[in-house]
Structure formats: structure tokens, C-alpha cells
T-cell receptor, first 109, second 115 residues
């Protein structure tokens, strides 16, 4: 199973950008980088995914390093509703989808 | 609303008992995944089914079993329950299993309490 490393927790102020890092130094060429988040008392929800190029959607942006050994999830303007656990996952065809401990993001009003 | 339905939402039972958790995937989704989330373990992958067939197995105990039926709903059976089985059990579904577009949609979970 491909491994990722994330900080246990992070804090950010409301209405400021948040950069959530993820290291995946053993990533292979066919691994997709996926991000999910889990709001309190809810199931995880998909945020974004990418392979090599940076990606944007209505929720966030994903910046992928040129060597693909790390990536950063960017929330452009954090709100209190963004307080959640954020999971960075590597997905490859036929492999189990394993969630790590993730990063608990605290948003300060 | 993810479109994935899990029942029951809450379940309290005693040690040694057996329970069945049910999951209805989103309409059209062929793949179902089961995860266990306890306070100290995070989200643990249990098992995955695709169109009725088992595709991947994680750290699922022998006391646990699952299946996916022809109508694509899935059931997770937990038997000889122990206190440590108390957890949130999540079901997720996706239309395909390809990593490039196989976004997982999670249900709200079934909270199992074993007394």
C-alpha cells in the first residue's frame, strides 16, 4: 500500500488561505493523489484529485510537486465550515484505498 | 446528501451478539467499500466489492463477513461481538474502481455500541 505522511494538526485563521501538505516519497508513476475530508459527525467527502498537473475545483486547489513526491491542498479562503480532518491518499488501479490519520484542521474565528 | 444510505444509524447491543449493517449504494454505482472508524484507529479499510464480487480485503476480522447482492446493496455481518467492535462503520460506493475517476461517496455511517 502506498504511504502518505501528513501533519497531525494545523491551525488557520478564518478567511485566510490554508496550505495542507502531504508527502508521498514512494509514489509510483500510476498513483493518483486524492484528497478527502471528514467534517465532524459525517462520513468522508471527496475534495479533489490529480496525477501530475495542478488541479482546481470549486472546493480547493491541488498543487503537485514536479517530482510528485509531495502535494499541497490549498483552501483559498478558509471558513469555520472547513474545520475537518483532511486525508491525502494515493490510489492505484487494483489497490486497496487506505486512509491514514490525516490532518486535523482547526479554523480560528 | 451523498446518495449512499446506511441503516441502522445507531445500534446498541451486547457482547456475543450478531448484527447486520446494511448499505445501499448510489444509483448506478457498482463498487461498495466498508470502513471501520474507532477513536484510536482512524478509518480502517475492511473490504471492497465490485458488482457482486469481492475485490479487496483489508484488516477484516474472521468474525466479520460481507456480501454484495444482485441489486448491488451490501451487508456487513458482525458476529460474536466484543467491546472493541464499538465503532462507526462507513460504507462508500463508486461507479467504477479506476483511481482516475473513481470518486468515493460515503454514507453517514452506522454507529455500533457494544455493551
Amino acid at each position: 500500500d502506498a504511504k502518505t505522511t501528513q501533519p497531525n494538526s494545523m491551525e488557520s485563521n478564518e478567511e485566510e488561505p490554508v496550505h495542507l501538505p502531504c508527502n508521498h516519497s514512494t509514489i509510483s508513476g500510476t498513483d493518483y493523489i486524492h484528497w478527502y475530508r471528514q467534517l465532524p459527525s459525517q462520513g468522508p467527502e471527496y475534495v479533489i484529485h490529480g496525477l501530475t498537473s495542478n488541479v482546481n475545483n470549486r472546493m480547493a486547489s491541488l498543487a503537485i510537486a514536479e517530482d510528485r513526491k509531495s502535494s499541497t491542498l490549498i483552501l483559498h479562503r478558509a471558513t469555520l465550515r472547513d474545520a475537518a480532518v483532511y486525508y491525502c491518499i494515493l490510489r492505484r488501479m487494483g489497490d486497496k484505498i487506505i486512509f491514514g490519520k490525516g490532518t486535523r484542521l482547526h479554523i480560528l474565528p | 446528501d451523498s446518495g449512499v444510505t446506511q441503516t441502522p444509524k445507531h445500534l446498541i447491543t451486547a457482547t456475543g451478539q450478531r448484527v447486520t449493517l446494511r448499505c445501499s449504494p448510489r444509483s448506478g454505482d457498482l463498487s461498495v467499500y466498508w470502513y471501520q472508524q474507532s477513536l484510536d484507529q482512524g478509518l480502517q479499510f475492511l473490504i471492497q466489492y465490485y458488482n457482486g464480487e469481492e475485490r479487496a480485503k483489508g484488516n477484516i476480522l474472521e468474525r466479520f463477513s460481507a456480501q454484495q447482492f444482485p441489486d448491488l446493496h451490501s451487508e456487513l455481518n458482525l458476529s460474536s461481538l466484543e467491546l472493541g467492535d464499538s465503532a462507526l462503520y462507513f460504507c462508500a460506493s463508486s461507479v467504477v474502481i479506476a483511481p482516475e475517476n473513481g470518486e468515493l461517496f460515503f454514507g453517514e455511517g452506522s454507529r455500533l455500541t457494544v455493551l
